[in-house]
C-alpha cells in the first residue's frame, strides 16, 4: 500500500532554472512532511521540512509547500545548480514516534 | 559531533546464511530506525527502537530482528537469509521529540547469492 507517490521518476532543468518536485500522499494522519536528497553511496540527507499546520516553508534556495486539501506538496529549487543533481525522496510521518514513509524518489538532473 | 555511521558498507552472503549490519546512532540521539531500500524504490520501514525497546514495525517478517544498545548504538540482524533481501539497509537516529528530523548512515549494500 503506497502511502506516499512521487509520480515523476525524473526531472531534468537547466542550471539557474526552477526546479518543481512533486509528492502526493493518501493517508490524511500524516502530519509532518519531509524532503532528502540522495546522492549515489550515500544516505539521504535532510533537505527541509514541514508541519501540517502550515503550508510553505522555505529555507535559502529550497522551498515547501502543502496543500492539504489535496494532499499534495512540493518542493522548489530555485535556482537549480549542477550540485542539486541527486535523487529526491518525499516521506511523511504520523508523529514523532512514527515511521517514515517514503516515495519511489525523483531523480534529478541539472544541466549546464 | 559525529554523525550516523553503519558498518560495513558491502556485504556478499549466500542464500540461507545469516547477517549482522550495525549502526552508530549520532551523538545525543535516542531512537534509532531500520529501513530496506530496494532499487529503484523509496526505503521502506523495517523497525525503530527507543531507549532499547522496540517501538514500531514495518511488514517485515520475524527473521528480521534488532538490537538496541545502552549507548544507543544497534544491530539489525537478518536470519536465512534470500535473495529478495538484496538491498541497500539504512540506519536512521533522531531525538524522540515532535517534529524532528531523522539523520541517516550511508548504509550496508548487503547481496545475497
Known amino acids: 500500500d503506497q502511502q506516499v507517490k512521487q509520480n515523476s521518476p525524473s526531472l531534468s532543468v537547466q542550471e539557474g532554472r526552477i526546479s518543481i518536485l512533486n509528492c502526493d500522499y493518501t493517508?490524511?494522519?500524516?502530519?509532518?512532511f519531509l524532503w532528502y536528497k540522495k546522492y549515489p553511496a550515500e544516505g539521504p540527507t535532510f533537505l527541509i521540512s514541514?508541519?501540517?499546520?502550515?503550508d510553505k516553508n522555505e529555507d535559502g534556495r529550497f522551498t515547501v509547500f502543502l496543500n492539504k486539501s489535496a494532499k499534495h506538496l512540493s518542493l522548489h529549487i530555485v535556482p537549480s545548480q549542477p550540485g542539486d543533481s541527486a535523487v529526491y525522496f518525499c516521506a511523511a510521518q504520523r508523529d514523532s514516534w512514527g515511521k517514515l514513509q517514503f516515495g519511489a524518489g525523483t531523480q534529478v538532473v541539472v544541466t549546464p | 559531533e559525529t554523525g550516523v555511521t553503519q558498518s560495513p558498507t558491502h556485504l556478499i552472503k549466500t542464500r540461507g546464511q545469516q547477517v549482522t549490519l550495525r549502526c552508530s546512532s549520532q551523538?545525543?540521539?535516542?531512537?534509532v530506525s531500520w529501513y530496506q531500500q530496494a532499487l529503484g524504490q523509496g526505503p521502506q520501514f523495517i523497525f525503530q527502537y527507543y531507549r532499547e525497546e522496540e517501538n514500531g514495525r514495518g511488514n517485515f517478517p520475524p527473521r528480521f530482528s534488532g538490537l538496541q544498545f545502552p549507548n544507543y548504538s544497534s544491530e539489525l540482524n537478518v536470519n536465512a537469509l534470500e535473495l529478495d533481501d538484496s538491498a541497500l539497509y539504512l540506519c536512521a537516529s533522531k531525538q524522540a521529540a515532535q517534529n524532528t528530523e531523522a539523520f541517516f548512515g550511508q548504509g550496508t549494500r548487503l547481496t545475497v547469492v
Open positions: 551523538s545525543g540521539h535516542n531512537t
Open positions: 514541514i508541519s501540517s499546520i502550515k
Open positions: 493517508n490524511s494522519m500524516f502530519d509532518y
